[in-house]
């Protein structure tokens, strides 16, 4: 099978080409998606993961009740695992030549997922579960947005997605348990 256009770059052009504006770093004619886009759409990822941060945090420290040991347990891992997530997408800003906004000032305005103080361990789960499930669609769009336009971005948000999914599973373990009923049912697999 002959093609007329060649898989691969030859080697030479490839060199050629990497010592032309050698100041974008990473960023090369291959990458295919408006750079300043996607450093504002991360940075709506990261003001996410810090308000998640943020409540998980604070969920873990308020929470109480006989039964609550457990459930602190699993809001101070999510809240690790939120500061994971708000590193890399931070770091992503920085490879792309942005600056992560870790500002304080207008957080809530930028963030996808808001942040709330429950009262009680029930409504901290519950609160935690819809922003998980926030999160899951927002990032599941911003994944097919990012298809093959920016694959290292894509591939950096496919990650955080599975975790934010294992999330909104846990937070819906836990509500089933501590509101005392049965968990949902799983449909059987087709056979």
């Known amino acids: 099978m ?3 256009q060649p ?5 030479n052009t490839l060199r ?4 032309k504006s050698i100041e974008k770093g990473a960023i090369t004619p291959a990458y295919q998606a408006d750079v300043q886009q996607t450093i504002d759409i991360l940075q709506t990822v990261l003001a996410t993961e810090i308000v998640c941060v943020l409540r998980y945090t604070m969920n873990a420290i308020a929470a109480s009740g006989i039964s609550s040991d457990s459930v602190r347990e699993e809001f101070q891992e999510h809240a690790a695992e939120e500061q994971e997530h708000m590193k890399k ?7 792309l030549g942005g600056t992560p906004n870790f500002n304080p000032e207008g957080l809530a305005m930028r963030s996808a997922s808001q942040y709330s103080e429950a009262g009680s361990l029930v409504e901290m789960i519950k609160e935690n ?7 899951c669609d927002h990032y599941r769009e911003l ?10 971005t ?10 934010e999914e294992e999330h909104a599973n846990d ?3 836990l509500l089933a348990c501590h509101e005392e009923q049965p968990p949902v049912q799983k449909k059987a697999s087709a056979q």
């Open 89 to 95: 997408a931070a770091e992503r800003i920085n490879q």
């Open 7 to 11: 898989f691969l770059t030859d080697v």
């Open 143 to 152: 994944i097919r947005f990012f298809g093959e336009k920016d694959p290292t």
């Open 129 to 135: 579960l819809v922003a998980e499930r926030i999160a």
């Open 16 to 19: 050629e080409q990497a010592r």
């Open 171 to 173: 937070m819906l373990d």
């Open 154 to 163: 894509r591939v950096m948000m496919e990650g955080i997605l599975a975790n």
């Open 2 to 4: 002959n093609n007329s």
